[in-house]
């Protein structure tokens, strides 16, 4: 059984103060039966691993370089993120696909050296609007799956998470129906490049404009087995709903 994850990612919002948040978290989930990981920007990774100790609350990257080390000005390294305590990587989001012009080559070498490095590593996929309605989602992330993740993958040191593009941030949500075809087709991708045993353990996650009202319908569809939250993620009360949805539909 793949064991259910509910991610947080703050994407570029947080000080200090937003660390309460995470506090509260944890009050409310002490014994989780899924993992919960919040992703929150790379100035609080350090202290929000130290809120975290002691509590089942994960802590993640949003992004790194695929280099360890060198002559990147203001970027930061996998071997860095794990340094600052933290388990998990995000790469390959659509908006540093889009902000950064990174292609599937790119994330590949990211999500590389993040497994190396032996962090979690969640690669992102997602269609444009245009590209849906042009029917080509499933050639889109098809193509996505293939060039970003590497030939390393196991069960263990791959997320994938599906957000269609249009659905970040905008309130709209692909009809469940087409959320299990993206799924379905994602599922049986995996299992035919590395075989049933790995293709079946990686956990697939949900994202875009998931929220306490949407959560359960979602989770209910088979092959999603959480969900990458944006917005609803930095109220703990929104992010808690969340994860007692996940965990309802175990
Ligand atoms: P929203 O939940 O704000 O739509 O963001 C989704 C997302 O991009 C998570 O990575």
């Given at each position: 059984?793949?064991?259910k994850?509910a ?15 995470l506090t ?27 809120v ?6 994960h802590i993640g990257g949003?992004?790194?370089?695929a280099?360890q080390?060198g ?7 996998a ?6 305590g933290a388990t ?8 540093r696909?889009?902000d ?7 994330v590949?070498?990211?999500a ?5 490095t032996?962090l979690?590593?969640?690669v992102?996929?997602g ?16 193509g ?22 249009w ?5 709209m949500?692909?009809?469940l129906g087409q959320?299990?075809?993206v799924?379905?087709?994602?599922r049986a ?11 079946r ?12 009202g949407?959560a ?9 087995d959480g ?16 994860i ?7």
């Amino acid at each position: 059984m793949r064991r259910k994850l509910a991610a947080g990612n703050w994407k570029m919002n947080g000080t200090g103060a937003s660390l309460d948040e995470l506090t509260t978290l944890a009050r409310a989930h002490p014994t989780p039966t899924s993992d919960i990981l919040i992703c929150p920007p790379a100035t609080l990774i350090h202290s929000a691993v130290k809120v975290a100790s002691d509590t089942a609350i994960h802590i993640g990257g949003q992004d790194c370089h695929a280099d360890q080390k060198g002559a990147h000005t203001g970027d930061i390294s996998a071997e860095m993120i794990k340094d600052a305590g933290a388990t998990y990587v995000i790469v390959g989001h659509s908006e540093r696909r889009q902000d950064h012009n990174e292609q599937n080559e790119n994330v590949r070498a990211k999500a590389r050296i993040a497994m190396d490095t032996g962090l979690t590593t969640i690669v992102c996929l997602g269609e444009s609007l245009t590209e849906r309605e042009a029917a080509n989602t499933l050639d889109i992330t098809g193509g996505q799956l293939s060039g970003s993740v590497p030939d390393a993958a196991t069960g263990h040191n791959l997320v994938i998470a599906y957000e269609p593009i249009w659905a970040i941030g905008t309130g709209m949500v692909p009809s469940l129906g087409q959320i299990g075809e993206v799924h379905d087709f994602i599922r049986a991708r995996l299992e035919r490049r590395f075989g049933p045993g790995v293709g079946r353990s990686v956990r697939i996650l949900y994202g875009g404009s998931v929220n306490p009202g949407n959560a359960a319908d979602i989770f209910d569809v088979p092959n999603v087995d959480g969900a990458l939250v944006g917005g609803a993620s930095l109220k703990s009360a929104d992010f808690s709903a969340i994860i007692t949805a996940l965990e309802a539909s175990i």
